[in-house]
């Protein structure tokens, strides 16, 4: 909105030139998302706390979590998307075909969650919608999603896909190109989700993460760097930095109440929105290999699920205490800060390999 109005205004005042530098744009959407949420989140949190929108906690979870967590209110996705939609919505090129994405992917998966979170709410369980049923729309508004960017991008790389740390390998995956999609958008989305256990533990990895990406739309979209990185050129992609840099705002904004001990927690509403945003981004840009490495936190969690129910089914034994791995050193006696601490530094460590692919090729 500002941005359409700020070009609309450069022939007459030659400041507003600077808005439409990409750089300038995104540190705006930053602030912008950061702001909002910082101004909303005490109020949100007391409406949601006399409204009594708190979050089921697991009863099957450790009873040291179960007793500091009971009472703390949920759906604080909706703050996040809050500070994204107003970072996106006023510095952002909405006649960008990528943007338009990654809005419906985040607003759907958002509304998604939001769903979830109330369901649960309702029922004063852990239990929500079904699993399946959560997967079946999942791909839907996935599916959804791709032909939105199909019919809008005109971009020759979508069925491409590149392999970092090498300079020419390239697969054409022709029409398995959809099906790859929405298995990227629905796992990191799910993924995202299932991280989402401990105070702050999914939030940092999910700044990290579109920092990672905000870099990465920005070096693709532009034809200089691209070419020195060896990386994919894609026009427009660039405008992809200013959704990372809100992303990037809303979620600081909401760590300074989610920190430990969280006042509020972002619930599917969030953890969906902000994964399936992830797994959309890093389609885009080509780099969803990369997205497997900076992300890889959000892997190890959802792999310690698949590994878990597999070994249960097929034996009879688990091979860890509780899944997601999080609940397993918990149980194990970690201190939460501890475990939230140590995947923090973790996923720091994975986001500056998966930065380093760029250049090592």
Known sequence: ?????????????????VFKFLTVRTGLAMFTSM?????????????FSSKQILDPIR?????????????????????????????????GDLTNSYILFLIFIVGSFGILGAFD?????????????????????????????????????????????YFPFFKNLVINLGWFFIPFYVFVIVGSSN?????DGLDGLATVPVILVASCFAFISYVTG??????????PYIKDVGEVSVFCGSIIGACIGFLWFNAPPAKIFMGDTG?????????????????????????????????SVIVQVISYKLTGKRIF??????????????????????????SLILAMIGLATLKLR
């Open 191 to 195: 993924a995202v989700n299932l991280t």
């Open 222 to 231: 532009n034809i200089v760097f691209s070419d020195y990185l060896l990386i």
């Open 117 to 161: 979170d109330y369901k649960k709410i309702k029922r004063k369980n852990s239990s929500g919608i079904s699993s399946k049923l959560k997967i079946l729309w999942q791909i839907i508004l996935a599916l959804i999603g791709i032909g939105i960017l199909t019919y809008l991008s005109d971009t020759n790389e979508l069925r491409n896909l």
């Open 35 to 47: 702001l909002v949420v910082f101004i909303i989140g005490n109020p949100f949190i007391n409406f």
């Open 59 to 91: 009863e099957d979870g450790p009873e040291d979590h179960i007793v500091k967590k009971i009472g703390t209110p949920t759906m604080g996705g909706v703050l996040i998307l809050s500070g994204l939609f107003s970072g996106v919505l006023l510095w």
């Open 271 to 303: 953890s969906l929105a902000l994964g399936g945003s992830l797994g959309s981004v890093a389609i885009i840009t080509k780099h969803e290999i990369v997205l497997a490495i900076t992300g890889g936190l959000f892997v190890l969690e959802a792999v």
């Open 321 to 346: 205490k509780m899944a997601p791995i999080h609940h397993h050193f918990e149980k194990k006696g970690w201190a939460e800060s501890t475990i939230v601490i140590r995947f923090w530094i973790i």
């Open 1 to 17: 909105m500002l941005y359409s109005l700020f070009s609309n205004l450069i022939d007459i005042f030659s400041f507003f030139n």
